[in-house]
């Protein structure tokens, strides 16, 4: 349809000019004679608009997290002469006060901003776009959030409100601000705002922020004790108890996933650890906010982000927690030697030695083979020396000896060198020579090392005589591992003959090590087939982690059958030493949590923190800022919304990082810039309204409230399933709204009601469609804040304000959703019908 044009104003279909007055828009004249094109194109850049809002609103809440986290120390301890003072750290704002201050401007700015630009720019004139979307922005949270919170708590759990004298105050001057409202717009002076109608509205909100703060530390309550406090449950074990993380906290936290999962690497336990850390964290609703904002602009999320496996096995061990009413152990092998086996390979060198220390061969066997292993540096040419040495063998009698230099090409992990076995028909005791292996003189002598030597660099190979049933023994005396070995391989030989088979009973007996704490023994039964002179009885150790560790225990062989006999060498002590690279691996975990821990951090530090964080889609960076790599996966939804918002966040990397004046001046810049842009919405809503026939108060409460209340809609969605409480959910609405109204309104109003006041005349504001409006939530609230009570005390509902049994849940969501529509149709039809 086309429209008479101008390059002034441009006319909707009935003929009434639409091209808003407002301070910035439009620029140009009207870009299109076709209506719906206009309308469209105007719908798309407000939704923009809100997009950009999010985004800045981002970084000026995490200006407001970084004043509110200041801390100072307080003393609690003198101290004496032998011990020093003892200080705390408590935080500077109180919680309840940050909340309704500078937590509730980050999360209401832009419809504060919006009533008081509204205001100032039209000549401190009342307007209807302001405060129409502060009332409409109050329904659609007490509404709309509170229906989607209701429904979103996972396996039919629930949430109750932890600080409900908080609440019970909040709420009260949240309802009694509404009928304020109505009281001044529609009773004592109608359709006019006294000066001091004006001044007591503001007002109100500083006497809300002291009401609160006394009970939030119970001032109203002779005792000092809350009564009223929802008991959340018994909290989980806790492995860093005030949320610390140290070498011993950390052992007993890696003790348990491991019991899971024994091959996790340090990567994974890392991760784990930093989530777990999160998880019991306390998180403010501005937290959640900011992830709602980035999450809405493709940007990274500060949440820990698993894959499925480690998904899984977070989820075990907190199922674990959940169920266990005791401590027990589990077989299998720590991995705490992964971690050891990645720092001995990030070395530039190749370590060569023998696969294993021992080998027994039978006189008849042939030959015996001898394994070299080579591991680290695999990325070049090396060369060992391996020779045999006499010892009770004789070379040339019992075997042919060798010296050989063994060459690794590049890639090369293993070689199997042989040494050949003679056999005579004589009986002989078992004889014994040695295999020895060194490094090549060159490489002795180079000041470039490129290869050395590892533990195992001689091996005792024994001939058995295979002609008498066999004498049977241990392989030695004492073996010494450590306890993050899994566990521990005791050789058993037969010696003097291998003829039939026999079984061998064995035990183990308690030292300092105990069975069923420290390592997993018993009884057992070895059994030896016709020609095997060895066997092994593997023993699990149990790592505990602990720093400093000497046990031991021992292992005996009790009997053997088929005419064999047990030898002098028949017990054997293991003894359990610590980790020897306990340190370096601690170290090296904690430095890892710490830059897993860097990515849940909501404020950059740095100017090139931010642009790095501007420009990558969903990236990460440790502590220094480099980036890495990110562990979720990437939809098209998220390079949709990077790319939608790239502009945005390039633009507003410039803003002053929040080291600066500790986050004050980002503070004033991104709130400047959310002025700006809340003027742009104001001028685009004016426009879109006359376009499509709507008045500005029903623009208010339609469009401009629920997007400035969008990313509010997420923060309450994702805190709802992941907090234990529901204060961050919906504890913080009526908080909120009352602010909305003391501040959004009651500023701007103070300062036109004074400005006509000196002019001698009155600030006139219509009650028209506000009037109605207020009166019409003010009604609904109240059976809202009722519902919310009584699934809070009744037990049918969970009980709790959130969750519950899906029988009652989802009836309470419509309920919520319903009281909204009411709302949106009933202000429709005042506003039609006036």
Not at 360 to 370: F, K, L, P, Q, R
Not at 634 to 640: K, M
Not at 714 to 743: M, Q
Request: glycine share 8%.
């Amino acid at each position: 349809m086309s429209l008479p044009m101008s390059s002034n104003y441009s006319l909707d279909y009935n003929g009434d000019m639409c091209v808003s007055k407002g301070l910035l828009m439009p620029l140009v004249g009207q870009w299109s004679t076709l209506l719906w094109i206009r309308i469209i194109g105007y719908l798309l850049f407000l939704l923009y608009l809100f997009l950009g809002i999010a985004i800045i609103a981002d970084i000026f809440m995490c200006a407001i997290e970084k004043i509110t986290s200041q801390t100072r120390k307080v003393l609690i301890s003198q101290g004496d002469s032998t011990n020093p003072p003892e200080y705390i750290e408590v935080t500077v704002w109180n919680e309840t006060v940050a909340n309704l201050t500078l937590m509730a401007l980050g999360s209401s700015a832009p419809e504060i901003l919006l009533a008081i630009i509204e205001i100032v720019s039209s000549g401190f004139k009342a307007g209807e776009l302001g405060p129409g979307t502060i009332v409409g922005s109050a329904a659609y949270n007490l509404f709309v959030i509170s229906a989607v919170c209701v429904v979103s708590i996972p396996n039919n759990e629930s949430r109750s409100i932890k600080a409900i004298k908080v609440f019970a105050v909040t709420c009260t001057f949240a309802t009694f601000a509404y009928i304020w409202l109505f009281f001044i717009l529609s009773v004592n002076t109608p359709d006019v705002v006294e000066v001091w109608e004006a001044f007591l509205t503001f007002a109100f909100f500083i006497i809300l922020i002291f009401v609160a703060y006394a009970a939030d530390k119970n001032f109203f309550s002779s005792t000092g004790k809350d009564f009223t406090q929802v008991d959340t449950g018994p909290a989980h074990m806790e492995f860093f108890p005030k949320g610390k993380i140290t070498k011993k906290t950390l052992a007993k936290f890696l003790k348990e996933i491991h019991k899971i999962d024994p091959n996790l690497t340090a990567e994974d336990a890392a991760c784990l650890a930093a989530t777990y850390l999160f998880d019991n964290e306390h998180h403010s609703r501005l937290f959640y906010r900011v992830s709602a904002c980035r999450w809405l602009s493709g940007s990274r999320t500060p949440f820990p982000h698993l894959t499925k496996e480690l998904q899984h096995v977070y989820d075990l061990m907190k199922d674990n927690l959940n169920q266990k009413s005791g401590k027990s152990r589990t077989d299998g092998s720590i991995a705490l030697n992964t971690v050891a086996a990645e720092i001995a390979h990030e070395k530039d060198i190749a370590v060569v030695q023998f696969a294993a220390p021992t080998a027994a061969v039978m006189e008849n066997a042939g030959y015996v083979d001898i394994t070299v292993m080579r591991y680290g540096r695999m990325d070049n040419r090396i060369q060992c020396l391996v020779e045999t040495l006499d010892r009770t063998a004789i070379a040339r009698r019992d075997y042919k000896p060798i010296k050989e230099v063994v060459t690794f090409e590049p890639g090369e992990s293993e070689k199997v060198l042989k040494v050949e076995i003679i056999d005579d028909d004589n009986w002989n005791p078992d004889n014994v020579f040695l295999v020895k292996l060194s490094l090549l003189e060159e490489e002795t002598e180079s000041e470039e090392k490129t290869v050395a030597k590892g533990r195992l660099t001689v091996m005792t190979v024994t001939i058995v005589d295979d002609d008498f049933p066999g004498i049977i023994v241990f392989g030695q005396r004492l073996i010494t591992v450590e306890e993050d070995v899994g566990k521990v391989i005791v050789p058993v030989l037969r010696e003097q003959g291998s003829d039939g088979r026999v079984e061998v009973k064995w035990k183990t007996v308690d030292g300092t090590a105990k069975n069923g704490r420290d390592y997993k023994g018993g009884e057992g039964v070895l059994v030896f087939e016709h020609g095997v002179i060895r066997r092994e009885i593997e023993i699990s150790i149990e790592n505990d982690y602990e720093e400093i560790k000497d046990e031991y225990f021992e292992v005996v062989l009790l009997e053997a059958s088929n005419g064999a006999k047990i030898g002098k060498n028949r017990q054997i002590m293991v003894t359990v030493t610590n980790d020897s690279d306990y340190n370096l691996v601690m170290n090296k975990l904690l430095k890892k949590i710490k830059k897993e821990r860097s990515g849940f951090r909501l404020h950059r530090d740095r100017w090139i923190e931010q642009f790095k964080t501007a420009m990558s889609l969903t990236e990460e960076t440790d502590g220094d800022g480099d980036e890495k790599e990110g562990k979720g996966s990437l939809t098209f939804l998220d390079y949709f919304l990077h790319v939608l918002a790239f502009g945005w966040k390039i633009l507003f990397a410039f803003v002053p990082p929040t080291s600066i004046w500790g986050g004050w001046l980002t503070f004033i810049v991104s709130l400047i810039l959310i002025g700006v842009i809340t003027t742009i919405v104001g001028d685009t809503a004016d426009s879109f309204g006359c376009l499509t026939g709507m008045k500005p108060s029903i623009t208010a409460i339609t469009f401009v409230a629920m997007g400035t209340s969008l990313p509010d809609t997420f923060a309450s969605r994702t805190a709802a399933k992941l907090e234990k409480t529901a204060d961050n959910a919906i504890g913080n609405i009526t908080g909120s709204n009352s602010v909305n109204v003391f501040l959004g309104l009651g500023l701007p109003w103070l300062m036109a009601a004074i400005y006509w006041s000196s002019k001698g005349e009155k600030f006139i504001v219509p009650a028209g469609d506000l009037g109605f409006s207020v009166a019409l939530f003010t009604g609904l609230s109240i059976f809202a804040i009722t519902l919310i009570l009584l699934r809070r005390f009744m037990p049918i509902f969970g009980p709790g304000e959130l969750g519950g049994p899906a029988k009652y849940s989802i009836p309470s969501s419509i309920f919520f959703a319903t009281l909204w529509v009411i709302y949106i149709a009933g202000s429709i039809i005042q506003s039609q019908g006036a």
